[in-house]
């Protein structure tokens, strides 16, 4: 009964004399009601949809987020706590939110074609890999230029 309502299917629900036993009534009810569905019910589970970041509200959260965690990760005692590590960690989250956004943006609805929880694994599996090749791409960058930004 629970799985029937959560699905959004409207079902008058009787009450029967017996609730341990099956009543014939029961049965034709239950007949009725599936002729009436035209074998329409699926046994899924609903699903929740992945957020649209292609909308401004979604793209603010999420760089607001990034940017929270680089001000917490600065907040560490460290021997190189400076404004220069500072502002460039703000940069490459600000930077690596906005990228990610945009990815997600454009991929949502290939992701929401899969079935089950695998979009939500998709988006985290985008998410991982667009965060390495971003770190990759910009720990290249600076030891080609020798900026000194990153360890070696």
Request: charged share 15%.
């Amino acid at each position: 009964r629970d799985v029937l309502t959560a699905l959004g299917h409207r079902v008058d629900w009787h009450s029967y004399p017996m609730a341990h036993a099956v009543l014939p009534q029961e049965i034709a009810d239950l007949r009725a009601w599936l002729a009436r569905t035209d074998g329409r019910l699926s046994m899924r589970v609903p699903r929740r949809a992945l957020p649209d970041f292609c909308h401004g509200g979604e793209l603010l959260a999420l760089a607001v987020v990034a940017l929270l965690v680089a001000v917490v990760m600065q907040l560490a005692p460290s021997a190189d706590a400076h404004l220069r590590a500072w502002s460039l960690s703000l940069l490459f989250a600000a930077w690596l939110a906005l990228l990610l956004g945009v990815t997600l943006c454009k991929s949502r609805p290939l992701l929401q074609r899969l079935p089950g929880a695998w979009p939500w694994a998709g988006a985290w599996l985008l998410s991982v890999l667009l965060v390495l090749v971003a770190a990759s791409v910009v720990w290249r960058l600076d030891h080609a230029l020798g900026t000194g930004l990153t360890a070696r």
